[in-house]
C-alpha cells in the first residue's frame, strides 16, 4: 500500500521560497505520477502539476507557470514542490497526490492517493 | 473563478437524496473528457470517491454514484447519512488550461 508521507508545516516572509517534501513508501518514485494540489483556508482545490507521461516531464498549471517548481530525488523516493517569491495569498495546505499509473495520460489523470498536507503560511 | 461550476451547497435529511451538478464547457467535460468525483471530511484530505465518470473504487459505498451527459456530471448520494456531511468536489481535464481543473466545491449538510 503506497503511502504519501509530507513534511511539515512552514511559516514564510512575503517574497521567500518554500519547499515541501512528500516522501513515498511501498513503492518507488518511478512505480508513482506525482502530483500537487493546493488548497487555501476555506476556499477549494487548486492543482499545482505534475509528471507528464506523455513526455515524460513535468507539467504546470497556468498560473503557478514561472513559480512553482517540481523535482523528484530516486534516490530518496520524495517528490518536492517548491513555490517562489510567496504572497500572502500562498498561505494554503499543499497537497501531494498520486495518479493511478504512471503511464495515464494528463487529460485523464486522477488522484487516488494524497498525502496529509502540508500547511505554508506566508506573514510578515 | 473555476471552469467547472458547481453549487456552493446542497442539504437533505437522512435517509433522502441529494445530487451535486458540475457544470463545464467544451473545453472540459464537453470534449469528451472524464469527470472524477472526491469527498473531503473536515480537517481531512480529500479521498476519491469517483473516477472516470461513474467508477466506484472499492470500499466505497454504492450509495455514490456518478454520472455525465453533455457539458456536465453529477454526483448522487442515496440514504444519505451524517457521515457524509462533507465538502465534495468534482474534477476534470480543460484543454484551454492545458491541465486538470476543479470545481469549487460542493458542501454537503445533512439535516
Known amino acids: 500500500q503506497v503511502q504519501l508521507v509530507q513534511s511539515g508545516a512552514e511559516v514564510k516572509k512575503p517574497g521567500a521560497s518554500v519547499k515541501v517534501s512528500c516522501k513515498v513508501s511501498?513503492?518507488?518514485?518511478?512505480?508513482?505520477?506525482i502530483h500537487w494540489v493546493r488548497q487555501v483556508p476555506g476556499k477549494g482545490l487548486e492543482w499545482m502539476g505534475g509528471f507528464n507521461p506523455d513526455d515524460g516531464e513535468t507539467i504546470y498549471a497556468q498560473r503557478f507557470q514561472g513559480r512553482v517548481t517540481l523535482t523528484e530525488d530516486t534516490s530518496t523516493d520524495t517528490a518536492y514542490m517548491e513555490l517562489s517569491s510567496l504572497r500572502s495569498e500562498d498561505t494554503a495546505m499543499y497537497y501531494c497526490a498520486t495518479a493511478p499509473s504512471v503511464v495515464i495520460p494528463v487529460s485523464m489523470v486522477y488522484f487516488d492517493l494524497w498525502g496529509q498536507g502540508t500547511l505554508v503560511t506566508v506573514s510578515s | 473563478q473555476s471552469v467547472l461550476t458547481q453549487p456552493p451547497s446542497v442539504s437533505g435529511a437522512p435517509g433522502q437524496t441529494v445530487t451535486i451538478s458540475c457544470t463545464g464547457s467544451?473545453?472540459?467535460?464537453?470534449?469528451?473528457?472524464?469527470v472524477h468525483w472526491y469527498q473531503q471530511l473536515p480537517g481531512t484530505a480529500p479521498k476519491y470517491l469517483i473516477y472516470a465518470n461513474s467508477n466506484r473504487p472499492s470500499g466505497v459505498p454504492d450509495r455514490f454514484s456518478g454520472s455525465k451527459s453533455g457539458t456536465s456530471a453529477s454526483l448522487a448520494i442515496t440514504g444519505l447519512q451524517a457521515e457524509d456531511e462533507a465538502d465534495y468536489y468534482c474534477?476534470?481535464?480543460?484543454?484551454?488550461?492545458?491541465?486538470?481543473?476543479f470545481g469549487g466545491g460542493t458542501k454537503l449538510t445533512v439535516l
Open positions: 474534477q476534470s481535464y480543460d484543454s484551454s488550461l492545458s491541465g486538470s481543473a
Open positions: 511501498a513503492y518507488t518514485l518511478t512505480e508513482v505520477s
Open positions: 467544451s473545453s472540459n467535460i464537453g470534449a469528451g473528457y472524464d
